[in-house]
């Protein structure tokens, strides 16, 4: 999946920094045809990235599950307000 990052998220990426957990550092990934893919070195984060070079960066999957809603929590929750009245 690939989606479109804010500015003020490339400019973060751009000086080492993670949008999505704030750590510093990257680990280089695969490249080739002037974009270099690349995830964050926070084990716990593991985001990833497109760097596109004049094209700007892309998010090549969701933010890490510890940074994003549980989904499945959210259904659980929802369930059980509606099934208890």
Do not use: W
């Not at 593991?46 to 960066?57: A, E, P, Q, R, V």
Request: hydrophobic content about 30%; some cysteine.
């Amino acid at each position: 999946m690939i989606n479109k990052i804010t500015t003020k998220e490339e400019k973060l990426i751009r000086k080492g920094i993670c949008p999505d957990c704030k750590k510093k550092g990257f680990l280089a990934g695969p490249e080739g045809g002037g974009s270099q893919n690349f995830r964050c070195a926070n084990p716990e984060c593991g985001s990833k990235f497109n760097d596109m070079d004049l094209f700007g960066i892309e998010r090549i999957n969701s933010p890490s599950p510890s940074h994003q809603p549980n989904l499945m929590r959210i259904v659980r929750d929802y369930f059980r307000k509606i099934h208890a009245k």
